[in-house]
């Protein structure tokens, strides 16, 4: 059994609504590093919920670690080994100053002083920050407290990450800092669920799976962007540099359409 | 605005800052029942006073910061010294100062005017010593460990802290808030400055209404980011930092209860001394 499985799972808010995710199948092995995109409203916030137990699928099941998520007394458990981070960084923070913060979860485990300590070190080392410690969140830029608020759920030491639209709210410069640090964690070997709606994000992950009104479209790797069309008719945008190749190629250019960064773009045009 | 993150702390490194919260507390507790209950004579307010120019200097604030506590209370305290003054009700001794239409005023009518102005002044000082020192964190689980007895009775001591520590979290998110709606709405025109009181708690409701629904909003993320950290109440749960009383705590409280003990040899002067006498 894969570590982390949705088994068919649908979800609606209210009964009788219309589905947020319906039939969803998929799995996860730790050391993953996935993204799940969407446009608003194709339930992939809701995935997150639903992997830590947040949310209780209606039917079907999701198990973490062969627990199901239905079973409450498993669910601090289930929420040792999965991490979300959520969109809005200052409404994640329980407390004023930064090390306290990254103490809450550590605490909850009921781990000893000297290990709290340690782990609020290492978390806060891992995302770059440990010189802000006894400084206080207010005033960092939105980049930097995301990376607080990401090295509030590594405290817990989970084996899956999940980043609920954790860049959505930052500017470029921000959401740079935010993917260095996750890509960082991915090569020490933890799972990575990203969940986005920029297509760039989303290419830094091994496995990109895409959705549409609570259903899985495509769930493969980078020869999605060949994919064009099916990416607009979900609803995504995509990365412009996608887009030129598109073109270049539609127009009958020897150029793949793989391409999402523009640094791929000005080499693959120096080489036509 | 943004300052209240921190609730008035004001970092330094000194003795009254590495005290133990609980001490700090206790203190400031002692303190208040001084103040109200048992200062009768100048004297006594001098020792008072004394109590505070300690903790300051001990706590390496600078004093106008302390000073400066009291300017939000001025206008209260004018205002009870002026009543006091004219309203003093006067016994057969008192000497008349003043006699003019209805008014008369009496010198033991500003001896207890100012008093009361000397107490309110020393109350205010004393617990802002307190947060001056002490960060939020530390005054929630200063409180929390003290109000542990009442875990017997039931009392809900971890929920009733942790309430309190996220509300002082989120006061500067919230001012911000405001400050963020009220200028939206300005840009659509609306008025906040003119027109009489009335009209103008009417011009915030527009302002409040938004602001309530993003704490909801806000609430429900917290809560769901709480559960997300392994959150689960008291249950189980530890302290990066864990309070010890050193040395220096009993120190600081024995101190103060000397002083205690110094004020109410000033008011009931147990023993008869002669010159005390002189001062009561």
Known sequence: MAFVEFDKVNFSYREGEKNAVSDLSFSLEKGDFVALVGHNGSGKSTIAKLMNGLLVPTSGKVTVDGMS???????????????????????????????????????????????????????LSSVGMLEYKKGTPFRLSGGQKQR???????????????????TAMLDPEGRR???????????????????????????????????????IIFDGGREIFAHAEELNAAGIELPVCTSVAARLKKMGYDISEQIVLPEELAEALCRL | ????????????????????????????????????????????????????????????IPIGKVLKSVRAIIFLVVFSFIFTLFFYSAKENDTL????????????????????????????????????????????DGLESLLKPLKLIKFPVHELTIIMSIALRFIPSLSEETEKIINAQKARGADFDSGNIFKKAKALLPVLIPLFVSAFRRADEL?????????????GRTKMKVLKLRFADFVAFFLLLAFFFVILLLKYNWFGIAFIEAFI
């Not at chain 1, 669920?193 to 496995?207: D, N, P, S, Y």
């Open chain 1, 69 to 123: 998520t239905e079973n409450e007394a498993s669910l601090f458990d289930i929420r040792k080994h999965i991490g979300v981070v959520f969109q809005n960084p200052d409404n994640q923070m329980v407390a004023t100053i930064i090390e306290d913060d990254i103490a809450f979860g550590p605490e909850n485990l009921g781990l000893p002083s000297e290990k709290i300590r340690e782990r609020v070190d290492w978390a």
């Open chain 1, 177 to 215: 800092e935010v993917m260095k640090v996750v890509s960082e964690l991915n090569a020490l070997g933890m799972a990575v669920v990203m969940i986005t709606h920029f297509m760039e994000e989303a290419a830094l992950a091994k496995r990109i799976i895409v959705l549409n009104e609570g259903r």
């Open chain 2, 223 to 235: 809560a769901d980011a709480m559960d997300s950290r392994c959150y689960r109440g008291a249950k």
């Open chain 2, 97 to 140: 100062l003043v006699h003019w239409w209805k008014i008369n005023i009496y010198l033991e009518g500003i001896y207890t005017a100012t008093k009361l102005m000397l107490r309110l002044f020393l109350l205010v000082m004393g617990p802002t010593l307190l947060t001056l020192t002490t960060t939020p964190v530390d005054l929630t």
């Open chain 2, 1 to 60: 605005m943004k300052d209240i993150s921190l609730g008035q702390f004001y970092p330094a490194r000194s003795p009254m800052h590495r005290l133990d919260p609980r001490t700090k507390i206790l203190m400031t507790v002692v303190y208040i029942v001084m103040a109200i209950g048992f200062t009768s004579s100048f004297v006594s307010f001098g020792v008072l006073a004394l109590i505070v120019l300690l903790g300051v200097l001990f706590s390496r």
């Open chain 1, 148 to 166: 607080i608020a990401i090295a509030g759920i590594l405290a817990i030491r989970p084996d899956v990450l999940v980043l609920d639209e954790s």
